[in-house]
């Protein structure tokens, strides 16, 4: 027995070590620094390595025992397996249709964000929209995510990044004013975040969406030694009046999850799962049926240019002369408009779909471990599971490249929260989020006209969507609406020329 384990352990590692790839290298070198912040690049090191080598002849020749990878594995994510009630719209009906010669607005991109529009201008806009999607509804990052809807960042997460983004942008203020500045940031995003899951769990029921969707919280475990500061993050949120932000027990985890750690967890009480491919779906299902929006998938932009008067959109399907321009491609924005290069990039994250697993794993609440997420996935029998963030050149925008490594050490991530389980690996697949420097979306015009942007949701975008593009939505029809998203704090121009954005009067 012993002989065996030490030949499955060498056997295990020595394939582990030959499927590793240059971008395995690239994830490890991300890894290290999220992981271990504080320390130099040698100690970083010495620890990833330490790290690794547990991971390589220990916890993963454990986790193989009890795991099959089918024979051919799908890039498809568990979402976009489902059926696309408008696969290649509106070319499969109609082939012979021809895009509009002109449209008050054009959206490009059919992800969250695209649908989000297309749904408000459905019900508040006037004259014609027309969505533009190069592949099909939801097959970026939306149709490829984890399935949670958050309720946004926590305020003292916010705010904290804030203050760190502030101390480089804004020598001329003093920690005080820095921290009321970046207070004041995170009291609107926070807000602006409520307001959005508001919104989303409203239309869902009122529309009759079937998404999937059931509020159950969102489970984040802190070990022991950060117990004292998941404390200080939830009263500070409290201070400010926000209060989904929260903890519960060991024993409260595991009986709304199953999983099984030692200390007190973080606990979003407003966060949700859902089948995110669906609602992006439904959503425009919905727009679609309104005599104001169009649909055209399968539809590249391949270039908009300002005319003046209007804007030209120069697409693989001929032209299309616009009003208006909503931007709602995320981490592809920066191969439409090179402004945003390094501005706003993609990060790329991989996620796997396996079939039984644990047994104990509740469906329908979201969870984190330390390395990675996961979550059941109802009627499948299944789970999910992800990690990294690395960042890919721009034009690595939604390629599918997943890492062998990152899904076994996933596994074993599993098993540590859920115990053994065996499960076989049937799908893997990556895609990318759009993320600032300063960690925080842009909602508003790029060009002080009516060319416009919902972006940088960097892994948020479900906490953000929504609301955001209600609120350019609103600003193009002249509809009166909270801006949720004011200038001040969320234009464009704060990452594309950080150092003259115009930030409100600190408040005290
Ligand atoms: C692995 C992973 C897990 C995540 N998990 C979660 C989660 O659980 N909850 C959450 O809130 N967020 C999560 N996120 C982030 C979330 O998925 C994104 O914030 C969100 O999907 C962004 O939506 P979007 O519509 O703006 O972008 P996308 O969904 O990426 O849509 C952009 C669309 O634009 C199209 N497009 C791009 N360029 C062009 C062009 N030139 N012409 C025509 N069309 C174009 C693309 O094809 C694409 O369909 C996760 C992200 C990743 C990578």
Redesign the pocket.
Known sequence: MRNFNIIHKLKVAFQILTELRSRDFKSAANFMVYFYPSHNYLSRLLKFTLWSLNQIFNVIPKAMESTTFANNISPTSIWLADTNPIEDFPWKQNPAIQLPEEVEVAV?????????CAYHWSKLGKGKMAV???????????????????MGRYFSFVKTMMETNLIKTRPDLNTKQIEQLSSQFANKYVKSSYTNAKMIEKTIIEEGFDCDYSKNGWIQPYSEKDQQNLQNSITEGLDAGFDDWTRITPEDALSLSGIRISTDSGFSKGAATWQ?AKW?WSLLETAIKSDNVDLFTN????SIVDTGEYYLIN?NRGKIKSRHVIN??????A??HPDFRDKLYP?????FFAKDGPPNMKEKV?MGGTHG?FGKVPGTGGYIA?SDGKRVPHDK??VIDPSRFITKFLVGHVHEYFGVAPSTVEREW?????FTDDEFPIVGTIDNKRQYI??G?????????FNASKNIVCKIADVKNTDYYPAQYFSPNRILDPNSHSWPELEI
Do not use: D
């Open positions: 490009i991109g059919a992800g969250f964000t695209g649908a989000g533009i999607e190069m592949n099909q509804a939801a097959s970026g990052a939306s149709g490829r995510n984890e399935g949670v809807v958050v995110p992006v539809t590249k932009a391949e697409t709602a491609t995320e981490s592809y924005t191969l439409l990060k790329q994250t991989q996620g979201a997420w992800g925008a939604g990556t895609c990318t989020a759009g919902i972006g949701m960097c892994g948020s975008g479900s906490g953000v969507h």
